[in-house]
């Protein structure tokens, strides 16, 4: 019987794509159980072998869940310790990296570094770098080369021109350096200044680069040394205006700091220039008096107020001069005293092993003395102090004391008129000798040249009494001291008058005066003293002397003033014989404070003491 029948057929082709699907299905379980047992191999870093997947079950042998088991603490670890490692590896090729690239910087930058210059000898200069701070002068050697002054650069006489090599040491007072190219001013005794000037050099570009990176290095008010060659040049913002410096090289002696208290061009400026710049897009800064004498080391290299000390110098000159040439001598007489020496006036004391001592007001009991030593025209120049609690433009704590005492034959008119004779010489010697100062002075504070009389202008105090009573002022019964508005009420009805800024005033009341005073021989309450005022303002005191012995103590007695050790012995020098004598005390900062016009006696002082200030 044969077995190829339709229904057999059928049955054949049924069971033949039964098997073809089961072998498809066992195919893709086997494909996707693979796949993942080599991710799990992978990860564990260990073989797995992986089972064949059951023909018959496929379905369930894809569901089964036997080989997702938890890793071990071991295997955990392994994976930790390597993911580290990994790490650790990168972190130290990139600090390797970061190693070598600081190691490349640092070698490029010890290479450019500009070292320090030891300059020992002009004749071996062409062996140093010609750009360099200089080492720390001490002393080391004299280097051989010949400075400059900036001022002898040009003028009438002037042996340097263009085309001469100059060696020149100043302060930097402005550097601007842009791009391949430097342009500076060097400022010499705070008004003289000169422009020097670098450019680059295309044929050597390295010393060029070098030269440039030191300038930008530089400090304004380093104090630096310049080695030039002058050309002509037009400069006007320098006082040298017809040349100017090509830089060889350059030096720093002494760098200033970065930051500086203020600039010396901001102390330079006028009061009226500063209040115009108030308006602009670029107001200048107000720089105030504390903050001025808190760094007066800087205040004083502005050109004006470095005049002033210069003019102040020359007033000691001056006065010197004019009381040689009229027969005084020097003398200098103890600062530290037992007892008061101005009567009215506050004193400073410190003790002295042990008993209590004086800093001396005034020289005023010394130079008497100096008359009975047979010293009869005497002058000194010395500190005054006095502990005056007083807070106005006008006082000062302590002083410099322009004193004379002289012996005198009839009259204090002759002491007047040595005095006015001193002054004489003093106001002319300023205009000519200093005229240069007085111009740099006046840019900044304006003032006009003091005017005097020929011979002495004395006003007596009736006449002043009757000049203030004319001005409104309530003189009461005219006994008592002048005001400052009456001083300066006084010198302007004076000016008017006389034609004088400079004039003397006598006569004041004996109560008024020191109990040395000699009074007036008419009239008790009055006294034969002065004072000597400049437009308006008092800065001279002075008077007969009182040489009489018992006429002093009645004096005293009278000021209630019990005469101590100190004054016994001062007494004592009259009664073994003494000349008839006057004198007067002059304020040093005064003069000058009033002679230029100025607005504080503190611009006259160049490190004033007041009652709040004692630094710098």
Request: glycine residues 6%.
């Amino acid at each position: 019987m044969s077995l190829s029948t339709p229904t057999n057929n059928i049955k054949v082709f049924v069971i033949a794509m039964l098997v073809s699907v089961a072998i498809q299905r066992s195919a893709n379980v086997l494909a996707f159980q693979s796949k993942a047992h080599v991710r799990r191999a992978l990860l564990s870093g260990m073989s797995q072998h992986i089972e064949r997947s059951s023909f018959l079950c496929p379905v369930k042998r894809w569901m089964s869940t036997e080989n997702t088991t938890e890793k071990t603490e071991e295997e955990l670890a392994a994976i930790k310790a390597e993911r580290e490692a990994r790490k650790a590896e990168k972190e130290r090729l990139k600090a390797e990296k970061k190693a070598k690239k600081e190691a490349e910087r640092l070698a490029l930058e010890q290479a450019e570094e500009i070292q320090d210059v030891t300059y020992l000898f002009f004749e071996e200069q062409d062996q140093y770098e010609p750009f360099g701070d200089l080492s720390r002068t001490m002393s080391r050697s004299r280097t051989g080369r010949e400075f400059v002054k900036v001022q002898d650069l040009e003028g009438e006489g002037s042996k340097y021109g263009p085309g001469d090599t100059v060696w020149l040491r100043g302060r930097l007072h402005s550097i601007r350096v842009k791009g391949g190219s430097c342009f500076l001013v060097l400022r010499q005794y705070s008004f003289h200044t000169v422009q020097a000037c670098f450019f680059k050099d295309k044929e050597n570009p390295d010393f060029s680069q070098k030269m440039i990176k030191y300038l930008k290095s530089l400090t304004e008010e380093s104090v630096v040394d310049i080695e030039g060659v002058l050309e002509s040049a037009e400069v006007k913002s320098c006082s040298v205006q017809n040349v100017e410096v090509k830089i060889k090289r350059i030096h720093s002696v002494t760098k200033a700091a970065s930051i500086l208290p203020f600039l010396v061009e901001d102390a330079s400026r006028s009061e009226a220039e500063v209040d115009a710049s108030q308006e602009t897009d670029r107001p200048f800064p107000r720089l105030g008096q504390e903050l001025r004498l808190d760094n007066r080391w800087m205040d004083l290299r502005a050109p004006a107020n470095n005049a002033i000390m210069r003019v102040q110098s020359m007033v000691c000159q001056l006065f010197r001069e004019s009381l040689y040439s009229q027969g005084f001598i020097e003398i200098h007489t103890p600062k530290l005293i037992a007892g008061e020496s101005e009567s009215g006036a506050g004193v400073f004391t410190t003790d002295y092993f042990g008993q209590t001592a004086c800093l001396a007001q005034s020289p005023q009991l010394y130079k008497q003395m100096a008359i009975s030593s047979d010293l009869t025209r005497v002058f000194e120049i010395g500190p005054v102090f006095r502990a005056e609690n007083s807070h106005t433009r006008r006082h000062l704590c302590e002083f410099t004391g322009l004193d004379l005492e002289m012996a005198i034959n009839d009259h204090y008119m002759e002491t007047l008129e040595v005095i006015h004779k001193m002054f004489k010489h003093i106001f002319n010697g300023l205009e000519t000798r200093m005229a240069k100062e007085l111009e740099i002075i006046r840019q900044q504070y304006q003032s006009e040249p003091v005017t005097f009389t020929e011979e002495p202008c004395v006003i007596h105090w009736p006449e002043a009494m009757e000049i203030l009573t004319k001005e409104g002022f309530d003189i009461g019964d005219g006994m008592g001291d002048l005001t400052g508005a009456m001083e300066l009420a006084l010198g302007k009805v004076v000016k008017e008058i006389y034609g004088t800024d400079f004039f003397m005033l006598d006569k004041y009341p004996m109560e008024e005066r020191p109990f040395y005073t000699m009074p007036d021989p008419d009239d008790p309450k009055f006294s034969n003293s002065y004072d000597i005022f400049i437009r308006g303002q008092e800065i001279c005191s002075g008077a007969q002397r009182c040489h009489d012995p018992e006429l002093l103590e009645e004096l005293l007695a009278q000021k209630g003033i019990e005469a101590g050790d100190g004054l016994k012995s001062y007494i004592q020098s009259f009664r073994d014989g003494v000349y008839p004598h006057a004198g007067a005390g002059i304020g040093l900062e005064r003069v000058v404070f009033l002679y230029l016009g100025l607005d504080n006696v503190r611009k006259a002082s160049m490190f004033p003491r007041d009652p709040n200030r004692c630094t710098p």
